[in-house]
């Protein structure tokens, strides 16, 4: 349901938000713990996680809903850490995006300005305006029940939208949705945040959609952020392993690294950036699209012998199951773009990726 945001304020911020150390218990459970972020002016950030990481709460507190037990909250350089949600001139969308089913589409944009007591020929300029930008300009008789689910939800952010506020906050808007529909709405709420420049904080549990809509993501796990990067850099550059096996598939191989060189379960050289510090225990994070299985292994430099021991057809890729002599299991994927002929199940090879395509991680 959307919340009510504030028409009063001086239209003039420009949406920047910083959390200082935001801690919030919930009893003796800490659901967020000392969680920093700056959020630029414009920016589309994604606030993602498994369950019970503490998405909401962090995004409850920003929009005033739950008061951290310590921290501060910026807007723009303001502290409103302590202001009431109707002070904050944010709008936010949750999940059960909830209209009022009495009341036509125009009416629902229409009630917080109402609230507002926005002057009505102000009103009916504003509430077409917000739902043209949604698309919906033709639909603003309509009510709730009349609608598709997407329809409905584009009718929710028109109505955090009518306010002008800087800042959107969005808890998983597309949870309810089938598939297809909600990679529509995602790329049109791309669209839309690129039409309106509004700062967007989008809390979603889904990767693809993280990765997909946000010029940065945050990854948070059990309270604390782990990584703010934008989604190259995340998917390519995992900062610890939680990061890496949250954010895409990805083969663990755990290595020894000594004199510079990483080697195998089985002592074997595997390919890794030359590394530097002392010699110590790792894991090799290697994706499957870059991990190669080659059944003429001559010049490859270094990698492990085994054996493709399962395949699958997933449409526009063939996922190889190999397992390696020293018993490591590994995933790769290979896009289905040539119709040369692919290697089977029980065929000997040597699985290998480019050195710059392995992280190297230690914990
Ligand atoms: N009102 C509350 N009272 C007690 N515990 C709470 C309350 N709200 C949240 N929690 C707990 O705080 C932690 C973080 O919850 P939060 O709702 O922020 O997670 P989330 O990342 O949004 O998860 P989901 O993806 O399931 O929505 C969880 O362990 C949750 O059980
Ligand atoms: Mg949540």
């Not at 001086?10 to 459970?29: D, F, H, M, P, V």
């Not at 917000?130 to 997407?150: F, I, Y």
């Not at 909600?182 to 839309?192: D, G």
Request: aromatic share 6%; with cysteine.
């Amino acid at each position: 349901m959307l919340m009510k945001a504030s028409v009063s304020g001086t239209g003039e911020k420009t949406g920047g938000i910083a959390l200082r150390n935001l801690q919030k218990r919930y009893g003796s459970a800490v659901a967020v713990d000392e969680v920093s972020l700056c959020v630029k002016p414009g920016e589309f950030i994604s606030l993602l996680g498994p369950s019970g990481s503490g998405k909401t709460t962090t995004l409850m507190m920003i929009a005033g809903f739950e008061m951290p037990d310590s921290g501060q909250i910026l807007l723009d350089d303001e502290d409103i850490t302590r202001l009431p949600p109707h002070r904050r001139e944010l709008g936010v969308i949750f999940q059960n995006y909830a209209l009022f089913p009495h009341m036509t589409v125009a009416e629902n944009v229409a009630y917080p300005l109402r609230m507002r007591r926005v002057a009505k020929r102000e009103v009916e300029a504003r509430v077409h305006r917000a739902l043209d930008q949604v698309d919906l300009g033709a639909l603003a008789s309509r009510r709730p029940h009349q609608m598709s689910g997407g329809q409905q939800q584009r009718v929710a952010i028109a109505r955090a939208l009518v306010f002008e506020p800087p800042v959107l906050l969005l808890d998983e808007p597309l949870g309810a949705l089938d598939k297809k529909l909600r990679e529509h709405l995602r790329n049109e709420i791309k669209t839309l945040h690129k039409e309106v420049g509004k700062t967007m904080i989008y809390v979603t549990h889904d990767q693809d959609e993280a990765l997909a809509m946000s010029d940065r993501v945050a990854v948070m796990h059990q309270g604390r952020i782990r990584q703010v990067s934008a989604p190259q850099d995340l998917y390519r550059r995992p900062a610890d392993l939680f990061v890496a096996g949250f954010v895409g598939e990805v083969n663990l191989i755990s290595a020894k690294l000594k004199s510079g060189v990483a080697y195998g379960p089985a002592g074997e050289r595997l390919p890794a950036a030359p590394w530097t510090d002392a010699d110590r225990d790792a894991t090799l994070c290697v994706r499957p699209e870059h991990l190669h299985l080659d059944m003429n292994p001559a010049g490859s430099s270094g990698g492990m012998q085994g054996r493709i021991t399962g395949m699958t057809f997933v449409g526009d890729a063939t996922i190889f199951e190999f397992r390696s002599e020293s018993g490591l299991q590994l995933t790769s994927k290979v896009l289905n773009v040539s119709a040369e002929a692919m290697p089977d199940v029980g065929d000997s090879c040597v699985a290998w990726w480019a050195a710059n395509d392995a992280t190297i991680l230690i914990e």
